[in-house]
């Protein structure tokens, strides 16, 4: 069965310093998503992205954060300098179309130092 | 704003039915989803009603949709301790956009 994959599972990083979260979406999906939850706290969107353009960010993802789909299959999240605050689970979710079921990674475990 | 609410918990012993309840405000939400978070895990999509529909049901899970209230419930029958895990129920907007609850932590005793 297709499945969302995501890398690294755990990262941990300075504050300050620069990370790029991988996802490989499922291959037919179109429609590819952002969510992070912090420890103890509520599943919160990020952003949505299709046709190679931001459809909706919410007010976390600011300057800091960037999405880029670099070829057919990766879909990352870069968030230039990191802060204590960004430590969180991220997760990657895809669907076929924009109000088709999401389908979510493991996440990535930010752990910022 | 748009907002979802879920009480945090829930215990059952195995075999009996389980019922997890959550609210929304937004009445223009397309989609109500149930997922799934089990420890350490991703979340997994269980099911999801559309918001024309007032009942969906798959196996042993029943979705009752009640539009009015805004009301959202997931009944679980015959809860097994493999069913313990966090429950998240989410709501979606025209743009795909999903806003989650805060989660329901199942708790299943033998």
Known sequence: EPEVTQT????????GQEVILRCVPISNHLYFYWYRQIL?????????FYNNEISEKSEIFDDQFSVERPD????TLKIRSTKLEDSAMYFCASSAGVREEQYFGPGTRLTVT | GE????????????????????????????YLYWY??????????????????????DQRLTVLLN???????LRIADT??????????????QG???IFGQGTELSVKP
């Open chain 2, 80 to 93: 097994q301790t493999g069913d313990s895990a966090i429950y998240f129920c989410a709501e979606s907007n």
């Open chain 2, 3 to 30: 907002d979802v609410e879920q009480s945090l918990f829930l215990s059952v012993r195995e075999g009996d039915s389980s019922v997890i309840n959550c609210t929304y405000t937004d009445s223009s939400s397309t």
């Open chain 2, 96 to 98: 795909g956009k999903l």
């Open chain 2, 67 to 73: 539009k009015k209230d805004k009301h959202l419930s």
């Open chain 1, 40 to 48: 103890g706290q509520k599943v919160e969107f990020l952003v949505s």
């Open chain 1, 72 to 75: 057919g299959s990766n879909f």
């Open chain 2, 36 to 57: 799934k978070q089990e420890p350490g895990a991703g979340l997994q999509l269980l099911t999801y009603i559309f918001s024309n529909m007032d009942m969906k049901q």
């Open chain 1, 8 to 15: 690294p599972s755990h990262q941990v990083t300075q504050m």
